[in-house]
């Protein structure tokens, strides 16, 4: 089992920057590939970004891609995901997620654990 824990959501201004952070905790000795979903009221939960543990590969959303950024920290088990020039669409709850499913990194269905989600509101 992994447990997941995301940090660094809030508000801020259009045209501004997060970080959001998870840290990963129990079974960390094993890797997965990590992942950022977001979900928005009234919206399905969307891929963001992911991160593939044996290649660290990265992969973004169109919509972020040139904007959000997706890095790990092995030695504190995190990977974290850098905002720049938010709008207000990217306004929702981001997840992080891991797994190793055989479907793509960008499926939700490619990962097995999920954090509690952490918001993010834009404002104009």
């Known amino acids: 089992q992994v447990q997941l824990g995301e940090s660094g959501g809030g508000l801020v201004q259009a045209g501004g920057s997060l970080r959001l952070s998870c840290v990963a905790s129990g079974r960390t000795d094993r890797t997965y590939n990590m992942g950022w979903f977001r979900q928005a009221p009234g919206k399905e939960r969307e891929f963001v970004a992911a991160l593939k543990w044996s290649t660290l590969n990265t992969y973004y959303a169109d919509s972020v891609k040139g904007r959000f950024t997706i890095s790990r920290d092995n030695a504190k088990n995190t990977v974290a995901l850098q905002m720049n020039s938010l709008r207000p669409e990217d306004t929702a709850i981001y997840y992080c997620?891991?797994?190793?499913?055989?479907?793509?990194?960008?499926?939700?269905?490619?990962?097995?654990?999920w954090g509690q989600g952490t918001q993010v509101t834009v404002s104009s």
């Open positions: 997620s891991a797994g190793r499913g055989v479907s793509s990194v960008t499926l939700s269905t490619h990962y097995s654990y």
